[in-house]
């Protein structure tokens, strides 16, 4: 959900004059708890819920080339490192600290963070990239954003999508073409409190909380679900 001090950043970064640059990066207060888990509590867990356990990746947010979502993308890292296949396609989750999400269009770019924060992240590969997609949380502060030309808003044939969610992409054209009736059904189907954004070839989920190799069983068949939905026809060309 964008909140009120959420459109204000953005709203300053329009006031100063960037020339069709708008960047707003967004800081929490909160500082996210250490894990009290053990290593071996957690590789367990992980084994017992389908996922092979890694623990330490430093490289794995650049091979999935998500690091930007980060606050400060040079030194984000990640913990309890995760992978498996799902429904053919593989699937990585890890833990965080802070989250983001981010759009760029010809006219505008918005970046938005949250950090020190513990998130769960859990991603799906696409059978191929397709420009950035960001399905956020409605709120006041969205449909300010979008009353002063600030943020975009896809409408759906589906009223209950419209009220509840915001499309935030890259390529408005193509993200009508990938709303089909049956995504916008497994969109909807997912678990409380995550995040869904489409990165290159990567459906992303964030999580508040640490890393739970059962919850990121469980999230990633819902990416899964919501990946097996999208129209072949959007990867044509691309």
């Not at 009223?159 to 073409?177: I, M, S, W």
């Not at 992303?204 to 899964?224: I, K, Q």
Request: glycine share 8%.
């Amino acid at each position: 959900m964008l909140s009120p001090w959420i459109i204000a950043a953005i709203v300053l970064g329009s006031l100063l004059g960037v020339a069709g640059l708008v960047a707003a990066i967004v800081v929490a207060v909160r500082s996210g708890r250490p894990d009290p888990r053990s290593t071996a509590e957690v590789t367990a867990a992980a084994q017992e819920a389908g996922w092979t356990y890694v623990g330490t990746d430093p490289g794995v947010l650049d091979r999935l080339q998500l690091r930007h979502l980060f606050p400060d993308a040079r030194s984000a890292t990640t913990t309890h490192v995760m992978h498996r296949q799902m429904a053919g396609r593989p699937a990585v989750a890890c833990g965080t600290t802070g989250r983001g999400w981010s759009n760029e269009t010809e006219r505008m770019r918005t970046r938005v963070t949250v950090s020190g924060v513990n998130y769960a992240l859990c991603t799906l590969e696409l059978p191929g990239r397709l420009p950035t997609f960001n399905l956020l949380s409605e709120g006041p502060g969205g449909a300010a954003a979008t009353s002063l030309g600030l943020l975009s808003d896809l409408d759906t044939e589906s009223n209950t999508f419209n009220e509840r969610l915001r499309v935030v992409a890259a390529d408005d054209r193509l993200a009508h073409a990938l709303l089909a009736p049956t995504v916008i059904a497994a969109m909807q189907d997912g678990p409380p409190e995550t995040t869904l954004q489409i990165v290159g070839n990567q459906l992303v989920s964030f999580r508040r909380g640490t890393a739970d190799p059962v919850e990121l069983a469980e999230r990633a068949a819902w990416l899964g679900r919501v990946a097996d939905a999208i129209p072949a026809f959007v990867y044509q060309n691309r």
